[in-house]
């Protein structure tokens, strides 16, 4: 089964302003994969689920007590998951070395509440207390999933029941809330090791929940906060306010997200009215002109999208992703499964809706499509006027998309000849795990990358022209390789440069 669905291409999108009896039902698996549904409507439909936890417990052997009406069973579903420190722990000094945080936050726990967590299921991961969500939330902001993880297939199913209400963060904070819980661990006990051991800052006067927040909060943002006043106060008054009961998935997703997005407060009063920004939603002639551009990409390639796999996500090469990220900008041509976005932001760390994840979902679609570079180079240009870099940088590996601004850039000479210049020797298919570390390198570097692999490139394209020319078996005479091929006794002063330049700065 394909995992592609030619259409608009509608990554993460948020279908929570919808009534609920207006909403697309899933009836069928996110991944494609996946051969059984998620939320198999039979009473004892098998599901074989398996996962090793941190002792290398096979899940399978857990006690399967069946599956009730809404297909989720009472499979132990915990696994093992250290990620360590985040940037605000490990720069904040909060604490000594990891194993100092993973020696603390193991004592929150006694030895009856660790081993109650990991008797969790997929049962426990429906409902909720929000305070266990916002407690567990807020420690997360330090420690990277800090009370382990469950299964891909109980992940898929949260996702299902959050309906992609808010990015990657989302979902994780509901299941590290629901793995808090389940311990059975006192509130008063984590607030006070939030407020103690941790360290916490809240967000001055604002009374948006950290579990709501969509963005990954920065390390620079969060040491800008201000806070004066007692945290561990704080903390409790947030629990009085909030519902003592459970709350659903569902709930979760339409209630407080829903929520998040208005002011918790009224604005001050103001003597200058202003008047609210219209933004008119696209007209037909847009549309179709879209389709039209994205039917001339493709031309009879759609056809070969509807055997893409979820594999062919795992490796992309470097032009396509650039071409992938500057085609994503300007239109949309398809989409693809949820799950699958899922697991490409949950690699990247990236929300699912960020410009690089985007980027690559389309670059992989265009690789498999095959789709030649010099037509992708040409539609660029010629259909999306966009104008390549007279500098050596990417805007795949750019921390901060330059795409709203490449109408004001300086114009090579030859614009196609620069682009081709830009993307000669990235062919190779990297890793998202590659392709994570080439994102942090500095300008610097990756100019110095970029410029190896264009000079590599060109070595090796004329090592194979010299061979091609001097063998034996070629049909063409033997002439003088000046009059044979005169391009390739002539190099460009501006590449003369450039490999001056590069050799000095290495």
């Not at 061979?467 to 390789?481: E, H, L, V, Y």
């Amino acid at each position: 089964m394909s995992c592609f669905a030619s259409g608009i291409l509608a990554i993460g999108a948020s279908i929570l302003h919808q009534p609920a009896e207006e909403r697309p039902q899933i009836t069928e698996p996110v991944g494609s994969l996946v051969t059984q549904p998620l939320l198999p409507t039979t009473r004892g439909e098998a599901v074989d689920d398996k996962g090793v936890d941190d002792k290398g417990v096979d899940d399978k052997g857990a006690d399967d007590k069946g599956v009730d009406d809404k297909g989720v069973d009472d499979k132990k579903i915990w696994r093992y998951r250290w990620s360590g420190l985040t940037n605000i722990a490990a720069k904040g000094g909060v604490f000594k070395c990891p194993i100092d945080a993973k020696k603390k936050l193991s004592e929150l726990l006694s030895k009856d509440e660790w081993r109650n967590l990991r008797e969790i299921t997929e049962r426990d991961l429906w409902k909720c207390r929000l305070i266990y969500v916002e407690l567990a939330t807020i420690i997360s902001i330090f420690i990277r999933f800090p009370f382990g993880g469950v299964t891909e297939r109980a992940e898929r199913i949260v996702c299902e029941w959050l309906e992609g209400a808010g990015r990657i963060r989302i979902p994780n904070n509901w299941i590290a809330g629901c793995l808090l819980q389940r311990s059975g661990v006192s509130t008063s006990k984590v607030i006070d090791f939030i407020a103690g051991t941790l360290g916490y800052m809240p967000a001055g006067r604002s009374k948006v929940l950290e579990c709501v927040v969509r963005c990954k909060l920065r390390y620079s943002n969060y040491w800008k906060r201000t806070f004066m006043g007692d945290t561990r106060e704080l903390l409790l008054k947030r629990e009085e306010s909030l519902a003592a009961n459970e709350i659903t998935a569902f709930e979760f997703a339409e209630q407080v997200l829903s929520r998040s997005r208005q002011p918790m407060e009224p604005l001050p009063a103001s003597s200058h009215i202003r008047s609210p920004l219209i933004k008119s939603d696209p007209t037909n002639s847009s549309l179709t002109d879209m389709q039209r551009k994205g039917t001339k990409l493709l031309g009879a390639r759609d056809q070969i999208l509807d055997g893409i796999q979820d594999q062919d996500f795992e490796a992309c090469s470097l032009d396509y992703l650039e071409l992938g990220t500057i085609i994503d900008k300007n239109m949309c041509f398809g989409e693809v499964r949820p799950f699958v976005v899922y697991n490409i932001a949950r690699a990247m760390e990236e929300g699912i809706g960020s410009r690089r994840v985007r980027g690559w979902i389309v670059g992989c679609l265009l690789q498999f499509a095959e789709v030649p570079i010099s037509d992708l180079i040409e539609f660029c240009i010629k259909e999306l006027k966009y104008t390549p870099a007279v500098c050596w940088r990417l805007e795949c590996l750019k921390r901060r998309s330059e795409l709203s601004r490449v109408h004001k850039r300086k114009r090579p000479e030859d614009a196609h000849a620069r682009f081709h210049q830009l993307l000669c020797g990235l062919r190779k298919k990297i890793s998202i795990s590659e392709f994570n570390k080439l994102s942090l390198m500095c300008s610097v570097e990756q100019t110095s990358f970029l410029r190896e692999c264009y000079y590599a490139f060109r070595c090796s394209e004329n090592k194979s022209a010299d061979s091609g020319i001097n063998s034996p078996t070629s049909s063409s005479p033997a002439t003088d390789r000046t009059v044979l091929e005169p391009a390739m006794m002539y190099c460009h002063p501006d590449d003369l440069i450039e490999f001056v330049h590069w050799v000095d700065s290495n």
